[in-house]
Each structure stands twice: as C-alpha cells, then as structure tokens.
C-alpha cells in the first residue's frame, strides 16, 4: 500500500496483485526493440501487469476505484492469467472491511477492473461491498451485454449484472460529480465509454485515468495498446488529458503499472516521464 495526501483526501494505493499480459498486445504496433528498454519480458514475451485499486477517503465517504480481477475467472481464464486475487485481503491488512466502502467507481467493465465488485456465496453472486453504490457509464454496461467477438473474453456479467439486477449498480451517462472533489469524465478509446476518476481537493488534483495510460511506459501519445477499440480516439484522449494534467500538475494513478503505481506526468526535452509524488 502507497499512501499520499491530496488537499484534504487521502489517497491509498491498493494491489490486486499482478498478471501477465503478452508484451505485444500491451504495447500494439511499438515495436519490442523500444519496449522492452522500458519494461521486461520473460522468454515468452510476457510482461507483468499491477492491478492497482485507488481508495479516497474524503472525510465523508470511502471511495475505492476499482476492483481488480477477483475471484470469479474461470479455470480456463485462470491458465492464461493465474488468481492474484489480493485487493480484499490487502484492504484487510490496512485496517479497511468491505462495510466501510461508500462507493465504488468502475471506469469499464473488463474483468480486471471489476472482479471484486461481487463475490459468490453458495450460489449466488452478491456485492463484495454491501453498503457501497457502485457506478458505470451506462454505454459500458450496455456494450457488455453484446460484446464483439474480438474482447468478448474481457467481460464477465457476474461482475457487474447482479448489482444492475439489486439496484446497486447506477449507469450514468457523461460527467457527473459522484461525490463532492470526486467526478468521473468520459475518456473513450479503450473502450467507447471508459471513464477516468478526477478527485480535487484544496487546489490539488488527481486521476485515475485507467487504461487510457496504464504503466508509466505507456506516456507517449502513440504508445497505443492492441487492447484499444478504437485506438485513434485514444490518442486523442490521451493529447486532452495532457493538456489539462500537465499544466496543472495532476497526479495521475497508472492502473497496470507493477512499480510505479502514480506519478506527475512531466515533459522533459521533450520526452514525457512520470516524477514520482514526494
């Protein structure tokens, strides 16, 4: 667990674990001679990737951002990408029980971002945070019901359709302030409707901008992943992003990064590098 204070919130990193994801896929058209001077890969070519949940408590409310793969994969998943499994047990160690969560913010809904939303008991499928209202981009939570046959593999409905079913789960549609310093904002390119978390407090700000930049080796513009639905309106995302968060010096939460889980997003002769928070 990291910790750090924004303003009058405090910010706390909070592990999955890590999974592997073929390096290609992680870094699209970049080729490996480029890649692989940032991150490692094993003889398979595999890179490591973190599953990093931000929870804010504001004074008010606990927030957690994000819940990781959870426990739910199938076998077959489970050969491809192991059972890290760790953000309940990790909460618990810190002191935080599924009952204190106010909030839970899902940026999309691949399994490795929503798997903790919802544990099994006996059989059934229950929330993981029993007082918790979770929310979604309702285009996200539609476009899961009938996925491609291209990221079909990404979503599983026991993550998110149970809480749709109890009422749990709200679908907003574009920016909405979710809790007071707390707003979600539309960043598509990932997916059509993937949201970034913007958390403001006394002049400082912070972003989970999920998968739009996932490690802090992916900061380059064009550094798209093979992952991305539409991979142009990514790079779009990514300049609009840049041009509010550098400025205005953000700290911005990197989803997958195993080693550098935020950073200020700087550009140095040119080069863009993350500076890791103080």
Same mark, same amino acid.
């Given at each position: ?30 080729? %490996? !001679? ?19 949940? #931000?929870? !804010? @408590?504001?004074?008010? &409310? ?6 990781? !793969? ?7 998943? !489970? ?9 309940? @047990? ?6 935080? =029980? ?8 899902? /940026?999309?809904? &691949?399994?490795? &971002? ?5 544990? @099994? ?13 979770? +929310? ?18 990404? +979503?599983?409905?026991?993550? +998110?359709?149970? #809480? ?23 960043? $598509?390119?990932? /997916?059509? &409707? ?10 400082? =700000? ?12 992916? #900061? ?10 539409? $991979? ?9 992003? +840049?041009?509010?968060? #550098? $400025?205005? %010096?953000?700290?911005?939460?990197? =989803? ?14 040119? %080069?863009?590098?993350?500076?890791? $928070?103080?």
């Amino acid at each position: 667990m990291q910790q750090q204070i924004l303003g009058d919130f405090e910010l706390s990193i909070f592990s999955d674990g890590t999974y592997p994801l073929d390096g290609g896929a992680f870094f699209g058209v970049v080729p %490996k !001679i480029m890649w692989s001077r940032k991150v490692q890969a094993d003889e398979k070519n595999f890179v490591q990737a973190g599953l990093n949940s #931000l929870l !804010i @408590r504001t004074g008010k &409310h606990t927030v957690l951002v994000e819940t990781g !793969i959870g426990g739910k994969l199938s076998d077959k998943m !489970i050969k491809i990408y192991g059972q890290p499994a760790q953000l309940l @047990r990790n909460l618990a160690a810190a002191g935080v =029980t599924s009952e204190d969560i106010d909030v839970v913010i899902n /940026t999309h809904l &691949h399994f490795d &971002h929503c798997g903790w939303n919802t544990v @099994r008991k006996g059989d059934q499928v229950v929330a993981a945070f029993p007082r918790a209202k979770y +929310y979604v981009q309702r285009g996200e939570w539609e476009y899961s019901q009938k996925p491609s046959e291209r990221d079909a593999i990404s +979503y599983i409905s026991d993550n +998110y359709n149970p #809480l749709i079913e109890s009422g749990q789960m709200e679908l907003i549609e574009g920016s909405r302030e979710i809790v007071p310093g707390i707003r979600v904002e539309e960043f $598509p390119g990932h /997916t059509a &409707h993937m949201q970034a978390v913007i958390v403001e407090s006394s002049g400082k =700000t912070a972003c989970y901008i999920s998968d739009l930049i996932p490690t802090s080796a992916h #900061l380059d513009v064009p550094w798209v992943m093979a992952f991305d639905l539409f $991979p142009l309106d990514t790079i779009a995302s990514r300049k609009r992003y +840049y041009a509010r968060a #550098l $400025p205005e %010096k953000w700290l911005t939460v990197f =989803t997958h990064d195993d080693q550098v889980p935020w950073g200020y997003v700087e550009q140095v002769d040119g %080069k863009l590098l993350a500076r890791a $928070p103080e």
